[in-house]
């Protein structure tokens, strides 16, 4: 028999298609996602081959599920039996005519109880076999703010008759904007509406529901018995939804708080808040936060009786049979954390002893070259050394002295133009009012005759202001709408004084080669808030480490415990109220210290008014609010380059994410961020800008930049006479070495002053044309006001006190990592 050949196919010949790359997932992964899909992570010891065999991957799969199993058990763990921790239900009412008492009062009718008190109360059913913890708000915006960072539900109670009116608008805006938990949307006053109206009323309020939580599939009605026991057999049965940032921290709702004064100075006390342990582990060596008084330190925390039939044990670390209060964890002297917030900086770490030889020899250089003619040519490069400076203050080094010039004709004072330049800003008599503009003297006259007459029979408003007064704010809304309007339309623009050189005027400027790779070294010249500081050596590797650390010791969640907390002011149980939240959040290590914190925002499409660089606004970040003027800068998509430097802006803008520095208390974790302007009320306050904690970074640089302009006077071929960017020829020979550029994106160098009237001739790399415009870049690092301090709510209660939070500033670093 002849051997059969069997024909086998080349596969180099096989068509290959490229796969398929896109930006954006396709709908079926989208779709996939939404039912809970989870793809397979690759297992870390692969083959040299590329791929992994069929026991590999079937291993693989065993451990991602095994690792979601011992997830699950972890979140679910808490909430087991009706002996667990109790999920925390908070009852906002979003319409005027619905109470959120009464919501909780219909919960409990329907499992045939009554509530035991008003405020927070516990609900222990045999039907459910767990806990709920019921929380009726009244409309108090930093108390539904403050239970919605704690609460594992939050049950939305809305009006049949009513619309939900701007408040209720505001904190479901404020809730979005820090995270949001489970949520249950509910509807009362039902039944004094036609029964035929009720399916159309539960589509129009779910509507507006999905509007802000899409994923809600029904709205509940209150008034009916069958519904209500539905909503409390959802709450029981269903795993509430993590909120990352809260997880990362412990905390605490409190159930009783007790006072004990301190005998030797009676304005302070042992602070004692029983509750459950929720987050991660509380640590006696860490620091607590109360709201609207500061950081404190644990003096214990000790195990605490649980008031119902069965007592739980957790590890050992619960009640006894006999309910004996026990030590779970006690701080460890040299180990806990102190409450300094603030490094203390040297004032004579910059002094410097006699001018050395070296010194010497170059003052006597710098004044030879005192001599125009003799003048030689200045490179405002900073990648390129300056050989030629004029006065030096004692400390600096070699690299910080070539940026510094001779400023006799100025003192720090007269060129301190924080972010509104001298140049740019008009003082409030330099703006003509609108009656001016409009009339003449003799009209004006005329028209307050006419004005006084018809305004005798008129009532007066009782909040209306003086004449000057009213003036002094109109101009200063003038100005700054004017500011506004100039930095949307040219940006960063100025025009160099006539009386005042521009290499006085702009001293502080300096130019750069390239914006993102010039070198800048970021300790330079630091203002002296930044002696007051922490700076780590690797921030991102100091989190992990300290955000670990909190998962391995102290008390487990969901412990029924007692907070000592010392040294507390009497002020906090004189405004505590049990009808309120009272929250305590654990910080983790170093979250006291001050540092400069960047933050990325988007700012509110709905707010129209004017925010500028410094102006004072209240920081909410995570669970700590703060009073703080900030300064802004360009979230550069390219990253921070190779010199981390970032130009700032004097506006946030409508349309495009912005990173906000401010001086505040080192945070960890992906923190919420909201920005509000203070508007009189505290129920009513104007939401600026949302947004997430970026970093603790004080090296990144905030360049702010100026931009000289001048115009062609003369242009042949690839050469132009330029005027108007400087009026003296000094100016000229001062600026010669800085890159000129054009708006239509020509390049240039000066090549030689022309005249006295600071005329000078440029070089070109094309020719450019009669209506472009010359422009010469400038810069100088900007820094945040210092001055961050704790923002404290009014409806606290007059007895608390303002708290000043950290400054933070180092010329050490932390952290070592």
């Not at 404020?174 to 249950?184: A, C, E, F, N, R």
């Not at 925002?601 to 609010?625: M, Q, S, W």
């Not at 505290?682 to 990144?700: E, I, Y």
């Amino acid at each position: 028999m002849t051997e059969q050949h069997q024909h086998r196919s080349n596969t180099k010949l096989k068509q290959q298609n490229k796969p398929f790359k896109s930006k954006h997932l396709s709908k079926s992964s989208l779709r996939d996602k939404a039912k809970g899909k989870v793809e397979r992570v690759s297992i870390k010891n692969q083959t040299t081959r590329g791929f992994s065999n069929k026991t590999d991957r079937r291993n693989a799969a065993r451990l991602l599920q095994q690792k979601k199993r011992e997830e699950l058990f972890r979140k679910t763990k808490i909430f087991d039996g009706k002996d667990g921790t109790p999920k925390v239900i908070a009852v906002v009412a979003l319409c005027a005519d619905v109470d959120a008492d009464d919501a909780v009062a219909k919960m409990f009718a329907s499992v045939d109880q009554i509530p035991a008190n008003k405020g927070t109360v516990l609900m222990t059913t045999d039907r459910f076999k767990q806990k709920l913890q019921f929380i009726p708000l009244q409309r108090n915006y930093i108390d539904i703010m403050d239970a919605a960072k704690v609460a594992d539900f939050l049950l939305f109670v809305m009006s049949a008759v009513e619309e939900v009116d701007k408040f209720g608008e505001m904190v479901l805006a404020g809730i979005q904007s820090q995270g949001v938990p489970s949520v249950v949307a509910t509807v009362s006053n039902l039944e004094i509406t036609p029964a035929k109206k009720h399916s159309d009323i539960k589509k129009s309020l779910l509507s507006f529901t999905n509007h802000f939580f899409p994923d809600e599939a029904k709205v509940h009605a209150l008034d009916n018995a069958t519904e209500t026991v539905n909503i409390l057999r959802t709450m029981a049965n269903q795993l509430p939804k993590s909120v990352h940032w809260r997880d990362t921290h412990p905390y605490m709702l409190a159930e009783s708080v007790e006072f004990e004064e301190n005998p030797s100075d009676p304005s302070l006390g042992t602070l004692k808040v029983t509750g459950y342990a929720r987050g991660t582990h509380f640590q006696a060596n860490r620091l607590v936060h109360l709201q609207n008084f500061g950081d404190f330190q644990l003096e214990k925390i000790t195990s605490a009786p649980i008031t119902h039939k069965v007592v739980r044990v957790s590890n050992g670390d619960g009640m006894d049979a006999e309910g004996i209060e026990t030590v779970l964890d006690a701080p460890v002297p040299g180990e806990q954390d102190d409450l300094a917030a603030e490094n203390e900086p040297d004032l004579l770490g910059n002094e410097q002893t006699w001018p050395t030889e070296e010194e010497l020899m170059e003052a006597e250089e710098r004044v030879k070259n005192m001599d125009p003619e003799n003048r030689p040519e200045r490179s405002f490069n900073s990648s390129v050394p300056k050989k030629v400076v004029r006065r030096v203050p004692k400390g600096t080094s070699n690299y910080q002295a070539a940026w510094i010039v001779d400023s006799d004709h100025e003192s720090d004072d007269d060129i301190e133009d924080e972010d509104g330049d001298e140049d740019e800003h008009m003082d409030d008599d330099d703006l003509p009012s609108a009656r001016n503009a409009e009339n003449s003297d003799e009209e004006y006259e005329d028209l307050e005759e006419e004005n006084e007459e018809s305004t005798k029979d008129e009532e007066v408003y009782e909040d209306e202001l003086d004449n000057e007064e009213e003036a002094r704010q109109y101009a200063e809304y003038l100005a700054r709408e004017k500011e506004n309007r100039d930095d949307m339309e040219f940006p960063d623009e100025v025009e160099a004084p006539m009386d005042v050189p521009a290499r006085v005027r702009f001293a502080r400027y300096r130019a750069l080669e390239s914006f993102r790779t010039s070198s800048w070294d970021p300790y330079e010249n630091l203002p002296l808030d930044y002696g007051k500081i922490f700076q780590f050596e690797n921030f991102r590797r100091t989190k992990h480490r300290v955000m670990n650390q909190a998962n391995e010791d102290g008390v487990l969640p969901g412990s029924h415990i007692n907070l000592y907390i010392a040294n507390v002011p009497r002020a906090v149980m004189d405004t505590y109220s049990a009808s309120r939240p009272f929250i305590v959040f654990g910080l983790l290590q170093y979250e006291h210290k001050m540092g400069v914190i960047n933050f990325v925002v988007t700012r509110n499409a709905e707010y129209d008014g004017i925010i500028k660089a410094k102006d004072p606004l209240v920081l909410h970040c995570g669970f700590r609010r703060f009073v703080v003027r900030p300064i802004f800068s360009q979230n550069s998509r390219s990253g921070k380059g190779t010199n981390n430097v970032h130009k700032s802006e004097r506006f946030l803008q409508h349309g495009r994410s912005a990173v906000v520095t401010v001086y505040a208390p080192i945070q960890f974790g992906n923190l919420p961020v909201v920005l509000t302007k203070d508007s009189g009320d505290v129920n009513s306050p104007t939401l600026v800008a949302t947004g997430t904690l970026m970093d603790a970074d004080p090296r990144r640089i905030v360049a702010k930049r100026i931009i000289l302009t001048g115009h062609p006077f003369k242009v042949h071929k690839r050469s132009a006479t330029i005027r108007f960017m400087f009026f003296n020829p000094d100016d000229v020979w001062y600026y010669k070495s800085v890159e000129l550029r054009t708006k239509l994106g020509r390049t240039g160098h000066i090549k030689e002053s022309l005249g006295t009237h600071g005329y000078f001739k440029a070089q070109w790399d094309q020719q450019i044309s009669m209506q472009d415009t010359i422009m010469m870049c400038l810069y100088k690092r900007v820094y945040p006001k210092w001055g961050t301090t704790l923002w404290i709510n009014p409806d606290a209660g007059s007895t608390a006190t303002q708290a000043t939070a950290p400054i933070a500033s180092s010329a050490e670093s932390m952290d070592m990592d």
